[in-house]
């Protein structure tokens, strides 16, 4: 029997050791060609996905214009909105659709600008047939116009700004509330109907003057004004008061019950309150907690009568609204906005 020595055992050992190594490393190389082999073919697929995906987002909005393009005579916003859509499917190098689209809002009349004033709007109305739009302007001009932005009858003028507008139910008649403290009566040529309603009194302080919000009741038969010299005055179509002021902190919103028999207003002071149409308060002042608001930043923005008028709903500036019987509970949990400044509300 041959008994091998030391040395070719230890030289055996560091062969089988080299080999092993060698093959291992055989091995990795191999896994890290196939690693970077699946890579590039991933990359690819995926480029070719895209490519695909391009294509046919291409080919779709092609189809999209050509419809629109077929479109645009028998309705030129139909059309805009399918070269939008075509629009958004594409790259911004693809000049080709968006010079045909381009093409599509320019030399079409896809609407029409109709309140021509030369400064600022603050209130606008519809007539209550829909025919026509009331404006009312910084500029101090009242106007009416038609749905084709032309103007009817003239100007109907203030000495400030003209900040609430309004149609008698049955659009007869036009109201403009100024903030040079007259509210007035036209007719649709633009001439004014009986005297100015007028708040009594001077005051030296500008900020002060000037009513803010005008309305008719909902038989037409009588004018609500709600001015920031905390007072709301009703008037009769002769530009008479009816009963006595309605004190109430910067009155800047208002609202007439369904049956016109209450009248609800909002204070800048964070309440709401109800009265009959002497102008005797109705149950108790209805308040918005300030909670972490100053008195400067909240007030009441909106109020609004549910059709029946059993129910009313006021809005804060501190974005919350709330819904209250007429004894003055509230119904239900606040609802809220998460922003501020309401301006609208309607049930």
């Known amino acids: 029997m041959c008994i091998r020595d030391s040395n070719d055992l230890a030289s055996e050992e560091v062969t089988i050791h080299r080999k092993w190594i060698m093959v291992r490393n055989s091995a990795i190389g191999v896994l890290g060609l196939l690693f970077v082999t699946s890579i590039v073919l991933g990359l690819f697929a995926n480029s070719q996905r895209i490519k695909a995906e391009n294509q046919m987002k291409l080919a779709q909005a092609n189809f999209l214009m050509i419809a629109a393009n077929k479109e645009v005579e028998n309705d030129a916003t139909l059309a805009l909105r399918l070269a939008e859509k075509a629009i958004s499917l594409i790259k911004p190098e693809d000049t080709i659709i968006l010079s045909d689209a381009y093409k599509i809002y320019a030399e079409n009349a896809l609407y029409r600008a109709i309140f021509k004033h030369s400064d600022g709007v603050n209130a606008i109305a519809f007539s209550s047939d829909g025919t026509s739009i009331l404006t009312g302007s910084n500029d101090t001009t009242a106007r009416l ?7 009817i009858g003239k100007d109907m003028k203030h000495s400030g700004a003209i900040n609430s507008v309004a149609f008698s139910p049955d659009g007869t008649i036009l109201l403009t509330g100024s903030s040079d403290k007259t509210a007035r009566l036209w007719d649709l040529q633009g001439n004014q109907i ?15 003057k000037g009513i803010y919000t005008a309305a008719f009741s909902p038989d037409g038969t009588k004018i609500l004004t709600g001015s920031r010299d905390d007072t709301a005055r009703l008037w009769d179509l002769q530009g008479n008061q009816v009963g006595k002021d309605m004190k109430h902190y910067w009155i800047k919103a208002m609202a007439f019950s369904p049956d016109g028999k209450t009248i609800l207003t909002g204070s800048r002071g964070n ?9 005797n308060q109705i149950g108790k002042a209805i308040g918005h907690p300030y909670g972490n ?12 009568f549910s059709p029946d008028g059993t129910i009313f709903l006021t809005a804060a500036e501190d974005n919350i609204i ?24 309607h049930i």
């Open 293 to 304: 608001y100053r008195l400067a930043e909240v007030g009441l923005t909106a109020v609004a």
């Open 145 to 151: 116009w038609d749905l084709q932005g032309n103007q």
């Open 271 to 279: 309440t709401a309150q109800l009265w009959d149409l002497e102008g």
């Open 194 to 208: 009986g005297k100015d309603m007028k708040r009594p009194g001077e005051f030296s302080e500008s900020y002060r």
């Open 322 to 345: 709330r819904l209250w019987d007429l004894q003055g509970n509230q119904i239900g949990e606040d609802m809220k906005h998460s922003d501020l400044q309401l301006s609208l509300i």
